[in-house]
């Protein structure tokens, strides 16, 4: 183990999706729907003798970032960002679509996030003073049905975590000309990335309770068919008594039954499983895949797929696929053999033989092996088992635990512009509006 190598070690890139494109005599062309004219042809060319399918990203590769304080390549820059306080409304007779909750019922307080879909505020319910993220969505940045999948999923995926103790859930949903806002629990103690910063690699038995917690929300998702293929140090977050809650939902895919396959080529580089880079059909195995590289991270203090060196054609996505594709897991030997054992268990590059796989007894399997012999599963459930760590929390908000590059930007909201307003199909959105019955009933009772 070398600590000076620590910081040029895992490499952090934003999640995303490569999209299914067609070459047709050289130039590339995206299936697409258009749904304002029912008697419009489809756009998708046809499939002949000169016509072949390639996938390219969706966005331009961020490109390798060291794992350095306060570089977040997940949240990338948005361009301008204006916003329209007048909710939609209906075309026909002008009554307000979102009448129960609006950009008008809240105090905006910090920017905490920003996304290349989305940005993410600190917010203030007017009316009970209770403290909330607000996730705010381009409108112009959901223009085809890829993208309305994702924002219907993840907020579907939001309502559904709310019942989970370790899953961020969904306060409400409501809507101007311009954006979509998610209003989601606000978790104040920072993410495992924040803290493995600072930390640099975590005691054996601090990565075992996170690690339980994790695998307790996974199940819960798996078990209600969706797979959240995007684990990530990024996306564990820590509430103020330490207990993790996962966040972001936006690669999530639904609807899976047991033996259920999905194919989209989707995730963040370097926790991608084998399976997905191999081309094939997968399922939840990717999401322990995921696990077990978060946890080589946690306990290892670097990425099991660590490439130090001055090369440039090694410093790259497709080498970095190869090395996870090809190289074998060299676990440190520093590590317990139960440690070292579970590693293998989650890093095992054949999905059939992986920890946590199989169709039955999979979560049985993580539960009884050696590493997590020790968690009492029914107190963990119940959040009745100590945190190994208190997040430091000296103000109102907790924003030492958020990066100062969001903190510190302006949180107004400037005027739309009216010519991408007239761009945008509202019908795209209709129904968006949601109030989650639970945390309202708990709210009035504050």
Known sequence: MHPEKTEESIYR???????????????????????????MPSPEPPLDDKTDEVDIPSEEPDGIVPFLPHSRTKLDRVTDDSEDLKPVVDGVDGIKISSVLGLQDFDLIRVIGRGSYAKVLLVRLKKNDCIYAMKVVKKELVHDDEDIDWVQTEKHVFEQASSNPFLVGLHSCFQTESRLFLVIEYVNGGDLMFHMQRQRKLPEEHARFYAAEICIALNFLHDRGIIYRDLKLDNVLLDSDGHIKLTDYGMCKEGLGPGDTTS???????????????????????????????????????????????????????????????????IPRSLSVKAASVLKGFLNKDPKERLGCHSQTGFADIQAHTFFRSIDWDLLEKKQVTPPFKPQITDDYGLENFDTQFTSEPVQLTPDDEDVIKRIDQSEFEGFEYINPLLMSSEETV
């Open 264 to 330: 989209t080529f989707c995730g963040t580089p370097n926790y991608i499983a084998p399976e997905i880079l191999r081309g094939e059909e997968y399922g939840f195995s990717v999401d322990w895949w995921a696990l077990g590289v978060l946890m080589f991270e946690m306990m290892a203090g670097r990425s099991p797929f660590d490439i130090i060196t001055d090369n440039p054609d090694m410093n790259t996505e497709d080498y970095l696929f190869q090395v996870i594709l090809e190289k074998p897991i060299r």
């Open 13 to 39: 890139r934003g999640a995303r999706r490569w999209r299914k494109l067609y070459r047709v005599n050289g130039h590339l062309f995206q299936a697409k729907r258009f749904n304002r004219d029912p008697v």
